[in-house]
T-cell receptor, first 116, second 112 residues
Framework: NAGVMQNPRHLVRRRGQEARLRCSPM?????VYWYRQLPEEGLKFMVY????????ESGMPKERFSAEFPKEGPSILRIQQVVRGDSAAYFC??????????????FGEGSRLTVL | DAKTTQPTSMDCAEGRAANLPCNHS???????VYWYRQIHSQGPQYIIH???NNETNEMASLIITEDRKSSTLILPHATLRDTAVYYC?????????????FGTGTRLTIIP
């Protein structure tokens, strides 16, 4: 059973470009969470999604950042017009349906964004 | 979710038990204690969680005090691969939204 898959693992962008990070949850999981970890800092919650719905986006920056989890395909975290301060590791996590939930999150290995 | 306090760093000799403390004096009756760890550059990994009873699994043991104001994560026989940042998180198990709020954690270094 494959774990949470994130790609790309490493992404380099120039200032002003767009970054798209993808996350495929574990099989059978319908909840996806995105976290950001700046260099030498802790993980910060960004957004929680279920299929076709954003449930909690309290950690998302107000501008340039968006997330989606379509009915088919992976979840996408999109960063428009990237700036150097967006350089970070972005982690995706998933959890199963409500009735099989033990409160555990399963994390991917992260996508490392470097903005030049 | 209740706030937690952990030591910034700890060392432990390889093969010995690593005991990581966590204070959560404002914990509510319906809040669970979760432990995760993050090995350098990797995604966080779930270790264990509990409500009020002590818990044990293949990775670790979790000891929660009777008043639930603190807990200790025990790695019984630490290996070099246990070097990581360990996060103690207290939260309501709101099935349907498992959002975790990570603090700064304890950086555990296992010494050969």
């Amino acid at each position: 059973n494959a774990g949470v898959m994130q790609n790309p693992r490493h992404l380099v962008r120039r200032r002003g470009q767009e970054a798209r990070l993808r996350c495929s949850p574990m099989k059978g999981h319908s909840h996806v969470y995105w976290y950001r970890q700046l260099p030498e800092e802790g993980l910060k919650f960004m957004v929680y999604l279920q299929k076709e719905n954003i449930i909690d986006e309290s950690g998302m920056p107000k501008e340039r950042f968006s997330a989606e989890f379509p009915k088919e395909g992976p979840s996408i975290l999109r960063i428009q017009q990237v700036v150097r301060g967006d350089s970070a590791a972005y982690f995706c996590a998933s959890s199963p349906l409500l009735d099989r939930n033990t409160g555990e999150l399963f994390f991917g290995e992260g996508s490392r964004l470097t903005v030049l | 979710d209740a706030k937690t306090t952990q030591p910034t760093s700890m060392d432990c000799a390889e093969g010995r038990a690593a005991n990581l403390p966590c204070n959560h004096s404002t914990i509510s009756g319906n809040e669970y204690v979760y432990w995760y760890r993050q090995i350098h550059s990797q995604g966080p990994q779930y270790i264990i969680h509990g409500l009020k009873n002590n818990e044990t699994n293949e990775m670790a043991s979790l000891i929660i005090t009777e008043d639930r104001k603190s807990s200790t994560l025990i790695l019984p026989h630490a290996t070099l691969r246990d070097t990581a940042v360990y996060y103690c998180i207290v939260r309501v198990a709101n099935f349907g939204n498992e959002k975790l709020t990570f603090g700064t954690g304890t950086r555990l270094t296992i010494i050969p």
